[in-house]
């Protein structure tokens, strides 16, 4: 069988560059999507050419988003799996004290950033009866007083249910996984306690390698402490 493909949003840091190095290990080809191509050229270097491709973009621009998976497709000929993972939070919680700027560009990229990247890829998965994976949160999960993060992470949750049902019709499956704290770059301080990034790419890895007849729709994952 040859190799199949998945194409990662933020996959520069933390969640999306371990799950790029797991799917590798697995047999998978990987094409890594986010701003910092330096970061996915060393990312490149380490997995190797044969396996991963860089291809940089932001995922607020649609037509970033667009060129990427075309240039996926050309290179590696299909796209079998999309995790849309790219994200970030905010510096100030809260409603009064919260700024509307820093909410409207989390959005961009939290929500606008998800739906350009399914927007993208959904043709290329449906060719392939494909599988797409999108970054929850436990935060999009329950409710948290005043939190403007967690509501971004509750469409997500809604999307990926909305997907799971679309994609069923054609032999697609969509899988939401939701972490609680992981210890990445998206904290300004190191969280040695919490979740590593390789326990969520290890949750990704068991969506996507499970027999076909199983569709892993959530995978809630919290560090034991
Ligand atoms: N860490 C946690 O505790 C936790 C818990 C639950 C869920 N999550 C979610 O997990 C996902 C990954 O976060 P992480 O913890 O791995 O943090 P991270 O290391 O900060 O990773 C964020 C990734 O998103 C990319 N990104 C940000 N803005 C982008 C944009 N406009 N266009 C393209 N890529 C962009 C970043 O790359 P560039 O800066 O190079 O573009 C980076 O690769 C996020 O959706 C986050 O909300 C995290």
């Given amino acids: 069988m040859s190799a199949k493909t998945l194409f990662i949003t933020g996959a520069s840091t933390g969640i999306g560059a371990e799950t790029a190095r797991a799917a590798v290990r697995d047999g998978w080809r990987v094409a890594l999507f986010a ?13 190797g050419h044969e396996a991963a491709i860089a291809v940089p973009g932001d995922v607020t621009q649609k037509s970033d988003l667009d060129a990427a998976i075309a240039r996926t497709e050309e290179h590696f000929g299909s796209v079998e799996a999309v995790f849309a993972n790219a994200g970030r939070g905010l510096d100030t919680a809260g409603v009064s004290e919260g700024d509307p700027d820093e909410w409207r560009d989390m959005m961009e990229i939290n929500v ?20 797409l994976v999108l970054t929850g949160s436990a ?8 939190s403007i993060y967690s509501a971004s ?31 990445t770059p998206f904290f ?10 390789e326990d969520v790419a290890g949750a990704v890895m068991h969506a ?12 809630f994952l919290m560090p034991t402490n």
Avoid at 162 to 178: E, F, K, L, Q, S
Avoid at 208 to 219: S, T
């Fill in 35 to 47: 701003r910092s191509q330096d970061k996915l050229d060393a990312l490149v270097d380490e997995l």
């Fill in 112 to 131: 606008m950033g998800m739906l350009w990247t399914l927007k993208a890829s959904y043709d290329a998965l449906k060719a392939t009866q494909g599988h």
């Fill in 208 to 219: 996507l390698n499970a027999p076909k007849r199983a569709a892993v729709e959530e995978i």
């Fill in 139 to 146: 935060a999009g999960r329950k409710h948290i007083k005043g």
């Fill in 188 to 197: 300004d301080s190191p969280k040695p306690e919490k979740l590593k990034p």
């Fill in 153 to 183: 992470k509750w469409f997500v949750h809604g999307l990926a249910g909305n997907m799971a049902d679309d994609m069923r019709d054609w032999g697609g499956r969509c899988t939401v996984i939701a972490p609680g704290m992981v210890d």
